[in-house]
């Protein structure tokens, strides 16, 4: 048994001493085929290495991003890339999501039933009152085509300055309706709250996601052909299963719900929700084998493996909901998926010292410490650099 000890600062400013638990029970594959279809939205790994600026340009490690995403295949998730996990519009700029999504791609198709789709939105476009509908129309066409000439998937992202641009639902409407009639094929629409972006405030129209569903779900109708499913990140689960019930025939509900997605994803009698979630790429060995657990009706050993993970999940989406990467990276970070603390942009200085450390005990009550002495190494040298010796 590999166990480890250190000290953990607390917020009354002393050190108590911590001890971890067994190694993570979790394989590292996937013990058995989903009955739900699950995206993991995937971080992307700095270079530390490279002389940009991290405020002002993006580097990217490009062979230890490629491996996480294998590394997710494998566990059976499919991958959503270049998304808000990924620092898109935090740093991630679209030329360097262009070609992460190049190579995600490539690397799908080298993976039996490997799966990815990516995002498109607008942020090569600056939001501003020179900004009007046709120029956010053509920046979305633009992100689209580029995707699927690298035979990529797409997830419709919100767009910052459809948001800026929008006088009324009927400009949510035209944008979503003349973009969806030009996609080769099926994509997932993506609604991602202001407490994830706050640019994205009053989205479809209103401030009140009541009557932001209403149109979001007229356009669904409209469009349905076109859409595979829709992701909600409303951190609601109230909203989700409301909207949920009333979606077209055959469309999927992709949670985007990282406080209450173990009962989404169980569902009710009325129905279940499949998955697109940053959390998946913190959890998961965890999620995966709880997955699994479902798929052959064992919800009592689901509701088990998933119970500590949403604790840690909550933490690591706490506000400001935003700053979450940092935890997915410092997850990644402990398991040792990637050799530093580094993050595109500086966002490792996003959390707080207190906020990682209780992190830490999370993860390690959730089972999801691979390696409980590295954890702990790591987790030391990160407390001296903010002069904390544990």
């Not at 099926?186 to 009557?211: Q, S, T």
């Not at 996003?350 to 987790?379: C, N, T, W, Y």
């Amino acid at each position: 048994m590999i166990v480890a000890s250190l000290k953990l600062p607390t917020a009354s400013r002393g050190l108590e001493p911590y001890r971890t638990g067994e190694p993570s029970p979790f394989p590292a594959v996937a013990a058995g085929p989903f009955n739900r279809r699950a995206f993991a939205a995937v971080h992307v790994v700095a270079d530390p290495w490279s002389a940009k600026d991290p405020w002002l340009a993006p580097a990217i490690d490009w062979d230890a991003t490629i491996a996480y995403r294998r590394h997710l295949w494998r566990l059976g998730f499919a991958v959503a890339e270049a998304m808000d996990t990924a620092q898109r519009g935090m740093g991630l700029d679209w030329p360097t999501s262009l070609e992460l999504i190049r190579r995600s791609v490539a690397a799908a198709a080298e993976i039996p039933g490997a799966i990815v789709f990516s995002g498109a939105g607008t942020d090569h476009l600056q939001p501003g009152p020179h900004v009007g509908i046709d120029e956010v129309i053509r920046a979305y066409e633009e992100q689209c085509a580029a995707i699927e000439k690298l035979g990529g998937r797409i997830v419709l992202m919100a767009s910052r300055a459809l948001a800026a641009a929008a006088r009324g639902p009927d400009d949510y409407a035209k944008v979503y309706g003349r973009v969806l009639s030009r996609v080769r094929e099926p994509v997932i629409i993506h609604w991602l709250g202001d407490m994830f972006d706050p640019a994205l405030a009053g989205y479809w129209g209103h401030a009140d996601p009541k009557p932001a569903m209403e149109v979001c779900l007229a356009v669904l109708a409209d469009h349905a052909e076109k859409i595979d499913g829709v992701k909600i990140s409303l951190l609601s689960g109230e909203h989700e299963i409301a909207m949920r019930r009333r979606l077209p025939k055959g469309m999927r509900m992709y949670t985007g719900d990282d406080f209450y997605f173990a009962e989404l994803i169980a569902g009710d009698e009325h129905g279940y929700s499949d998955a697109l979630l940053g959390i998946f790429d913190a959890i998961a060995p965890a999620a995966s084998a709880a997955l699994t657990a479902l798929a052959r009706r064992d919800r009592t050993r689901y509701e088990t493996i998933l119970a500590p993970c949403v604790p840690l999940s909550r933490h690591i989406f706490a506000p400001p909901t935003r700053f979450y990467k940092t935890g997915v990276v410092f997850m990644a970070w402990l398991n040792g998926h990637q050799d530093h603390f580094a993050m595109v942009g500086g966002q490792q200085s996003a959390r707080h010292i207190l906020h990682l450390s209780e992190l830490f005990r999370l993860a390690d009550k959730a089972g999801l410490l691979r390696d409980p002495d590295l954890a702990a190494r790591r987790m030391r040298a990160l407390l001296a650099t903010h002069g904390i010796e544990a």
